[in-house]
Nanobody, 116 residues
Framework: QVQLVESGGGLVQPGGSLRLSCAAS????????MSWYRQAPGKERELVAT????????YYADSVKGRFSISRDNAKNTVYLQMNSLKPEDTAVYYC?????????WGQGTQVTVSS
């Protein structure tokens, strides 16, 4: 079955950086777009970034554009989210997602807390 396992979250000071990873299994990773979402306390889950199967097409939410970078390694079945210049409002649980006509799967999430 599809499995997504996020890692790399933690506590970081404003202006700091973190790199999230999502290891995927149970499907042909190189055939699917991958996305990162986040959910802050009391707020709806929101799309942060999406990368196409080849990595040639990328989307960023306006709130993270210029600070976050999504990438993937199809040989390692892993998608990354490099987060720079972090702000307190980036505090959230970050989720990895893969969706198709036949499935829509989420990881367990990794907590990112930006605080001094």
């Amino acid at each position: 079955q599809v499995q997504l396992v996020e890692s790399g979250g933690g506590l970081v000071q404003p202006g700091g950086s973190l790199r999230l990873s999502c290891a995927a299994s149970g499907f042909t990773f190189s055939s699917y777009s991958m996305s990162w979402y986040r959910q802050a306390p009391g707020k709806e889950r929101e799309l942060v970034a999406t990368i196409s199967s080849s990595g040639g097409s990328i989307y960023y939410a306006d709130s993270v554009k210029g600070r976050f970078s999504i990438s993937r390694d199809n040989a390692k079945n892993t998608v990354y989210l490099q987060m720079n210049s972090l702000k307190p409002e980036d505090t959230a649980v970050y989720y990895c997602n893969v969706a198709s006509f036949s499935f829509n799967s989420w990881g367990q999430g990794t907590q990112v807390t930006v605080s001094s």
